[in-house]
């Protein structure tokens, strides 16, 4: 038959529009096999696949050494691959033999944790994510229907970011120092979606004679796809906003100055910042004195972390002194996500065909081998170079597609390593009597390797909370050992969330705050009060 689409053969979706992750898609697919054709190699497959698609333009000298010339390099990987053989070559001989135009009604269940779709190009290049359903015989004959899907928004609790205090020592002409300023903030939820609001608090301590002549907070996305060892992609700007000019953004007095290099003479301030004044800075934090809100634009991507493509969100604040080089800034990561309103599909109302076939007359309706459903779903996969399509016979899947030989931490780490989402993952093993065993077992640095294999850092404390609330006794080492593993943006909210579940907490509480910098210690005091109440 050849390899090629074929007019022969249409998907007719039930759904229409952006479809939502988690959703169940329903249909047919028609075929319209003439009178006489040898039936008996026919087989028909369903595949659902989703992928990333790039393409990097890269200059080179020629042969010739004439000159430079523009070349492209492409790539592909799989995000998800669902095959659902519907027709068996055994089963569509008899039912196609006697020719006619036949439908085959299918179901497919678009995983819960794939991420949104993105066309996304630039300079020649691109960076593409794209999902699509296709329908094959085998033999060769197929045809692709796109799809567009809407990643599912995160539901797990915010995830703050309280920033430790940055002192900027402030000079002119890079050697006149003229004092120091300190700048901290607080974002509420770092997880925001597309047309929302981030909300940021900032505090501020100015012992320097300079003024702050504004404070602005900028939100920046970076994309950055490769293909083949070359790259390709951009930073850009998609929201800023000013603060407040308070008083203690302002210049100090000579007196106060020399009152506070008394102070750092006389040994007050031999610590580096007093406990006072982090506590200062954190009330100003906190009061939502000095706030600004920073609305996400819609059309922003999600933030993404893939194989070929990397879509990055972060927050600056910077002080502007004036004084160039030496200006206080910032910087905090944020993941954008899909907004809670557009993260499930509309049942309001009946959807229609997103595909009506443009066959004509009555079609015989075949029930699949499979009843229409089921199949096998793998994630990820190697990495294609090329133009090509990225290919798989549906016709010769394993035999033995099952759960792992045994139950050990080794394969409890392959099995999460090879799914979409390791929290999802996770719940599934919870409720499996054998893997639960396996996880309240758990010693601490079992759970950093658990830890290690969540891609963004944003999902690690809801995963780390999932699992210390298996393990048989949670302690407060435990907490210590993943203190020492995670990015240090995440430490105070990463003691927020497990001194709750730490069960020698009133004993060994002193284990964690021994850990924590002065900063992180003054930030959870009030968090390590609260919890040791109902202990």
């Not at 290049?125 to 990643?151: Q, S």
């Not at 049942?347 to 443009?358: F, G, L």
């Amino acid at each position: 038959m050849g390899n090629s689409s074929s007019n022969s053969l249409h998907i007719n979706l039930n759904e229409s529009g952006p479809i939502a992750a988690g959703s169940t898609l329903s249909g047919t697919i028609s075929a319209v096999v003439p009178r006489g054709s040898n039936t008996s190699s026919i087989g028909l497959s369903l595949y659902l696949i989703g992928k990333e698609d790039v393409c990097v333009p890269y200059t080179s000298t020629g042969a010739s050494g004439s000159g430079n010339s523009t070349y492209y390099s492409y790539s592909k990987r799989d995000i998800v691959r669902t095959v659902i053989p519907l027709l068996s070559p055994e089963s569509s001989s008899v039912e196609f033999q006697a020719g006619g135009q036949y439908a085959v009604p299918f179901q497919v269940q678009i995983p819960d944790n794939v991420p949104s779709s993105m066309i996304c190009g630039v300079d020649g290049g691109y960076c593409n994510i794209v999902y699509k359903l296709k329908a094959e015989v085998k033999g060769g004959m197929f045809k692709n229907l796109p799809l567009t899907i809407v990643a599912k928004p995160p539901s797990s609790s915010p995830v703050p970011n309280l920033v430790t205090p940055v002192s900027t020592d402030i000079k002119v002409c890079c050697c006149i120092h003229k004092g120091t300023i300190t700048i901290a903030a607080n974002v509420d939820d770092t997880r925001v979606g597309g047309g929302e609001i981030v909300s940021v608090d900032i505090g501020c301590k100015n012992e320097a004679s300079a003024d702050l002549e504004n404070v602005i907070a900028t939100i920046k996305e970076k994309v950055r796809w490769s293909s083949h060892g070359h790259i390709s992609g951009y930073t850009q700007v998609i929201v800023r906003n000013k603060f407040s000019l308070t008083d203690e953004m302002r210049a100090r007095s000579k007196s106060q100055l020399r009152q506070i290099k008394s102070e750092k003479n006389s040994g007050m301030r031999s610590r580096g910042m007093s406990d006072d004044m982090y506590r200062e800075i954190l009330a100003a934090v906190r009061d939502g004195s000095n706030k600004v809100r920073l609305l996400i634009p819609s059309n922003a991507y999600s933030t993404y972390q893939g194989s070929l493509i990397k879509v990055q969100h972060y927050l600056t604040i910077k002080a502007d002194t004036g004084f160039g080089s030496t200006n206080p800034k910032i910087r905090i990561p944020l993941q954008i996500v899909t907004p809670e309103d557009q993260g499930s599909p509309d049942t309001s109302t009946t959807p229609s065909p997103a595909n009506a076939t443009p066959l004509s007359g009555d079609l015989t309706t075949i029930q699949a081998d499979t009843g229409g459903g089921g199949g096998f779903t793998s994630y990820g996969g190697d990495v294609v170079d090329g133009e090509g399509e990225i290919t798989i016979d549906s016709f010769d899947l394993p035999t033995n597609i099952g759960g792992p030989t045994e139950y050990s931490l080794p394969s409890l780490l392959r099995e999460i390593k090879g799914s979409m989402s390791v929290k999802s993952k996770l719940e599934e093993m919870i409720r499996d009597d054998e893997w639960k065993r396996v996880l309240s077992a758990l010693q601490p640095q079992d759970v950093v390797a658990i830890i290690k294999q969540v891609t963004l850092e944003f999902d690690q404390p809801d995963v780390t909370i999932l699992v210390a609330s298996v393990v048989d006794n949670f302690t407060c080492a435990y907490t210590v050992t993943i203190l020492r593993s995670v990015s240090d943006w995440m430490r105070i909210q990463f003691v927020q969330k497990l001194i709750s579940v730490c069960t020698d907490l009133r004993e060994n509480q002193s284990l964690i705050v021994n850990e924590l910098s002065d900063w992180e210690r003054v930030s959870t005091e009030l968090d390590f009060a609260a919890t040791l109440k109902c202990v």
